[in-house]
């Protein structure tokens, strides 16, 4: 399977605890976006890396989320001190940045339940 | 944002034609997309235009215009597995550049 992979695909934790979500782009993407989605909702941008340099962070994105891409492939969203309002499905996307770069490839997704 | 709008829901029969509609704010306009999301699954890329006119692509065409803001998806010749929300969502621009802006999306659901 060729496409964007997320990891885990479930997760619930305990209010306060932190947790770790992976993304695997597309291998030839240089791109990679995280989205937040809510129910009955569309998903809402969080971040945006070229390659390895973190280009744009919603202000959606408090201090107590970070994302890292550290040789530009894979990427990780951290949630730290999670609240119930983190709640969502956290979804990861990848694009080429010449070829249809118009053209973002979502993955699965990690949905997350704070309890 | 944005301010991208389009209807909550919409209902069709198999076989019929349909028009999702979708409006969005001109400032900072960088391309419309269209995207399908089925219940549970990732958003799936259908079209994107940057410049006025229809682009037809199999069952579903998309049209834009720049003008007034306006963009609809067609979707011809229903199949029940057309069910799905269908996202409108603008592209950014300059300092938001690579950022998506999606609508809340449009639930349409496709009788037999």
């Known amino acids: 399977d060729t496409g964007v992979s997320q990891d885990p695909r479930h997760k619930i934790t305990k209010r306060g605890q932190n947790v770790t979500f992976r993304c695997d782009p597309i291998?030839?993407?240089?791109?990679l976006y995280w989205y937040r989605q809510t129910l009955g909702q569309g998903p809402e941008f969080l971040t945006y890396?070229?390659?390895?340099?973190?280009?744009?962070k919603s202000r959606l994105l408090s201090d107590r989320f970070s994302a890292e891409r550290p040789k530009g492939s894979f990427s990780t969203l951290e949630i730290q001190r999670t609240e119930q309002g983190d709640s969502a499905m956290y979804l990861c996307?990848?694009?080429?940045?010449?070829?249809?770069?118009?053209?973002?490839?979502f993955g699965p997704g990690t949905r997350l339940t704070v309890t | 944002g944005q301010n991208i709008d389009q209807p909550t829901e919409m209902t069709a029969t198999e076989g019929a034609i349909v028009q999702i509609n979708c409006t969005y704010q001109?400032?900072?306009?960088?391309?419309l997309f269209w995207y399908q999301q089925h219940a549970g699954e990732a958003p799936t890329f259908l079209s994107y235009n940057v410049l006025d006119g229809l682009e037809e692509k199999g069952r579903f065409s998309s049209f834009l215009s720049r003008s007034k803001g306006y963009s609809y998806l067609l979707l011809k010749e229903l199949q029940m597995k057309d069910s799905a929300s269908y996202l409108c969502a603008s592209g950014g621009r300059g300092s938001t550049l690579g950022r998506l802006y999606f609508g809340r999306g449009t639930q349409l659901t496709v009788w037999p």
């Open positions: 890396f070229q390659n390895e340099a973190q280009l744009e």
């Open positions: 001109t400032s900072g306009f960088n391309g």
């Open positions: 291998s030839e993407h240089n791109r």
């Open positions: 996307a990848s694009s080429h940045d010449s070829i249809r770069s118009y053209e973002q490839y």
